[in-house]
């Protein structure tokens, strides 16, 4: 196989992953489960992942990384303070709520099924992703926009906008972005 079609058969792997993890959860999904998605046999699954572990670690920071990757993008593009908290916002439920965005719900649900060996290297994902929330916040507290607790507003609205996984439903109701837009609006001074 060659580097690329390895990256390919990994990539697939990993979304497929991310697709059971979220459908049926990390523990009820078996490494047969993962290989039958796929079409290859169970242990062909370890040429590519030492363990399932190391899959569940692999779907997780893809999610962070597709997450920080789009909101990065994003934030490049917004000029004002409100502008790139608004970006944040909508990228974060858009990536959250979004079609085929199983791998950042299954970090939230699954976080307890890791190690702390395989936690430490994600936390280093999620700061650099938490960095960029910290750094909007900042500058909005700064322009007047937010409080100026930017630590705890941080973590009240990631956890906010977290929870929605358990009770946002696509049923002619708000778009992501529309409903990122009605949370912001509930945390800016008026």
Known sequence: MTTQEEKTRRAELIAAASRLFKEQGYERTTVRDLAQAVGMQ????FYH???KEEMLVAVMAAG????????EEAL???????????????VHLDTLLGDDKGALSVLLYEWPSLSDKA??????LRDAYE?????VLDEAAAAG???SDTRLLRKLLLGGLHWTIQWYKRDGGDSPA?????????????
């Not at 004002?80 to 944040?88: A, M, N, S, V």
């Open 119 to 124: 936690r430490a290297e994600l936390i280093k």
């Open 76 to 90: 490049a593009k917004a000029k004002t303070p409100l502008e790139r908290l608004q970006t944040l916002c909508r």
């Open 42 to 45: 169970s242990g062909s699954l």
């Open 64 to 71: 962070v990384g597709d997450l920080t990757d789009r909101a």
């Open 145 to 147: 926009l937010v409080h």
């Open 49 to 51: 992942f030492r363990t």
């Open 178 to 190: 529309a409903l990122a837009d009605r949370m912001l609006a509930l945390i800016l001074k008026k």
């Open 131 to 135: 960095r960029d929330w910290q750094n």
